[in-house]
């Protein structure tokens, strides 16, 4: 399986992959995150650096990522990307629907107000 995580050089991110990591050694790592100063690049099996949360182009490398990388689960850390995707229409198309990890809109209204 293939699993993409946002926010990479994030502490809850560098979190993430360490157990995914321990729980699924097989499977492949691939992070993003709007820079590329932390140790990322080690924890991943592939890294790269995005545009923030709130360019108009950060949806379309996204949707990039995961149809180059084959990814089957993608996992959006940070506070401004679960923002911007609870928030987008993204969520209604079938594209994401079955590969993003995500809390529900109304949900996510409330933990970030």
Known sequence: MNFLI???????????????REEYPEDKLIGIDITN???????FDSFSVV???YDKE??????????????????????????VLSDS????????EKKIIILDKSIVDICLD
């Open 6 to 20: 946002t926010g990479a050089g994030s502490d809850i991110g560098l979190a993430l992959a360490r157990i995914i």
């Open 37 to 43: 100063d932390s140790p990322a690049e080690l924890v």
């Open 51 to 53: 545009p923030k949360a």
């Open 58 to 83: 950060y949806i379309t490398v996204v949707k990039d990522l995961i149809l180059t990388e084959h990814i089957d689960i993608f996992v959006p850390v940070s506070e401004a990307e679960i923002r």
């Open 89 to 96: 229409e993204i969520l209604e198309d079938e594209f994401f």
